[in-house]
Every structure is written in structure tokens, then in C-alpha cells.
């Protein structure tokens, strides 16, 4: 099946923790998305990354940082998380190119307490 | 920067209804216009897209017309069904070099039997 994975669906967690998401597609594409999805169903993209080019939305707190260890895998870490990251973030995928359409995952869940 | 601005938040009508959702945008150069579909639970799901003026993109009953003089790409169907109920984003991928891909807030569209 080719598709964009994420695990895990959903994540609670307290405030101060460390989390991190994973994300894998088998699209056979070469950039990978996280975006962010809040409560009014706002996305924001936070990081693409092409070929080891890492592209951040400069909006996006340092805590926040991607990991690929290749062009099929891109995880999220949050180093210490804080209440306002309770949202739901998605992953996607695509062929390299403004004009490319994306694929997405269906998305992690994270509540902070 | 760039934006994309859908003028409706909510859209309720009933089955057999004419849909339009507006979407103007803003942008420097000459973007790709995107239409994306999200069901509850799932990640967004490419619709179509269209990459020059006047080009029509259409998908499952759904079109859009690029206009470029009046910076538009509103999406339309003739006769909603329950099963279009879905939030609705327009979307855009900026051409300039300075890799960006924009969302709208989307739409959530509601549609009554």
C-alpha cells in the first residue's frame, strides 16, 4: 500500500515533556511536510524538507525540530511541550515543486495537560 | 507574503444544492491554485489543481476556474450530497523560487438530507 503513515494516532502528556512523532510514506517522493491543524481547523505548515534541505517557518518555537534520517522518514520532536501545542499535526508528502500536489497522512493527535 | 482568503467559514444546504465557496489570493508571482478535501478523522486529500489562467480544474463534480485578473479560484457544484460534508481549503504554491504553500482557513461544509 502507498500511502503517508503516522504514528502514533493520538498522544497525552504533561506539560515539560518530551514528545516525537513519526512519519513514513511510501510514495517514492523526495520532500515531506509537518503541519500544524488547531481547533479551527487552521493548517500551518511548519518545516519542509527536500534532499536534506530543511525549509522552517520562522513562526515555529525552537523546541520544535525535525528529524529525517531519509527522504521516505520525517519525525517531529517537541522538546518540552507546552499547552498551546495541543493541536493536531499532519504530515504530508510530494514530488519536489511548488506545483506539486501533497498528500497527507491522517494525522497526530497530541493533548498537553 | 502570500495569502488565500475563503470568505466563508460555514456553508450549510441541503442535498441537490448549488455549492460556491469563494477563494482570492495574493501572490507575487505566478502560483499554482489548489483545491483540497478533508473528511472528519482523515488528512486533507488532493482535489485538483490548476497552474494558468482560465485553466479549469474539476474533480468528483467539483470545478474551479483560475482568473487571474480577478485573482480567484472559487470552487462550485452543481448538487451537493450528504457525502460532501468535509471542511474545503484553497491552497496555493508560490512560483517565485522562495519555496511557499499557502492554505486558507478553510470552509466547513455542511450538507442536510
Not at chain 1, 502528556?13 to 511536510?33: A, P
Request: hydrophobic share 30%; aromatic share 14%; net charge neutral.
Amino acid at each position: 500500500e502507498t500511502a503517508v503513515f503516522q504514528t502514533p494516532n493520538y498522544h497525552v502528556t504533561q506539560v515539560g515533556n518530551e514528545v516525537s512523532f513519526n512519519c513514513k510514506q511510501t510514495l517514492g517522493h523526495d520532500t515531506m511536510y509537518w503541519y500544524k491543524q488547531d481547533s479551527k481547523k487552521l493548517l500551518k505548515i511548519m518545516f519542509s524538507y527536500n534532499n536534506k534541505q530543511l525549509i522552517v517557518n520562522e513562526t515555529v518555537p525552537r523546541r520544535f525540530s525535525p528529524q529525517s534520517s531519509d527522504k521516505a522518514h520525517l519525525n517531529l520532536r517537541i522538546k518540552s511541550v507546552e499547552p498551546e501545542d495541543s493541536a493536531v499535526y499532519l504530515c504530508a508528502s510530494s514530488h519536489w515543486g511548488n506545483y506539486a500536489e501533497q498528500f497527507f497522512g491522517p494525522g497526530t493527535r497530541l493533548t498537553v495537560l | 507574503g502570500d495569502s488565500v482568503t475563503q470568505t466563508e467559514g460555514q456553508v450549510a444546504l441541503s442535498e441537490e444544492d448549488f455549492l460556491t465557496i469563494h477563494c482570492n489570493y495574493s501572490a507575487s508571482g505566478y502560483p499554482a491554485l489548489f483545491w483540497y478535501v478533508q473528511y472528519p478523522g482523515e488528512g486533507p486529500q488532493f482535489l485538483f489543481r490548476a497552474s494558468r489562467d482560465k485553466e479549469k480544474g474539476s474533480s468528483r463534480g467539483f470545478e474551479a476556474t483560475y482568473d487571474k485578473g480577478t485573482t480567484s479560484f472559487h470552487l462550485r457544484k452543481a448538487s451537493v450530497q450528504e457525502s460532501d460534508s468535509a471542511v474545503y481549503y484553497c491552497a496555493l504554491g508560490d512560483d517565485t523560487g522562495n519555496y511557499k504553500y499557502v492554505f486558507g482557513a478553510g470552509t466547513r461544509l455542511k450538507v442536510i438530507a
